[in-house]
């Protein structure tokens, strides 16, 4: 079966600094995608970032990037210059073949003024 | 506006008192599901539908049902509700064009069974 975990329950960052919040999954898959995903106090879940297991190139977003190592399945979420507006819950989530997301516990990012 | 919605956003009800909760999409999308989240387990899938009256379990199905009469509408029915079912309850949509395509989801539905 597979798993995601994200050990980290909450990490904090002053800022305009850089943070980076950890997620590692669990699969016998070989065609996958991996997503983060954002949800501020408002609820709603927003995408990040995605990543094709295939592609080697690391996904970027503006202040979003991934560092993704898939012989360690490592899927890590890294955002530069921290904004206020970054605050929020960060899921990371695996996506396969049958289309079902299997998401991890979540981090909660607190941004320091 | 493309969008997923919910209703309704909170709901304070009593146990055994049956109740649905509506999901609506304007996206055409094919694919839709139903996630409850909780505190520490993140998002688990409750049911999906791959398009209309096809509807299959995700990993936490007992206490819910789902129809997919028509294309843009995913209610998730709780005939007989009980408090382990309090919980934050997402409706999210997909295309069926690749699953790399993003998912939309509803503002979320807050539900509180004493």
Known sequence: AQTVTQSQPEMSVQEAETVTLSCTYDTSESDYYLFWYKQPPSRQMILVIRQEAYKQQNATENRFSVNFQKAAKSFSLKISDSQLGDAAMYFCAFGYSNYQLIWGAGTKLIIKP | ?114
């Open chain 2, 1 to 114: 506006e493309a969008q997923v919605t919910q209703n309704p956003r909170y709901l304070i009800t009593v146990t055994g008192k049956k109740l649905t909760v509506t999901c609506s999409q304007n996206m055409n999308h094919e694919y839709m599901s139903w996630y409850r989240q909780d505190p520490g387990l993140g998002l688990r899938q409750i049911y999906y539908s791959m398009n209309v009256e096809v509807t299959d379990k995700g990993d936490v199905p007992e206490g819910y049902k789902v129809s997919r009469k028509e294309k843009r509408n995913f209610p998730l029915i709780l005939e007989s509700p009980s408090p382990n079912q309090t919980s934050l309850y997402f409706c999210a949509s997909s295309n069926f064009g690749g699953f790399n395509t993003e998912a939309f989801f509803g503002q979320g539905t807050r539900l509180t069974v004493v």
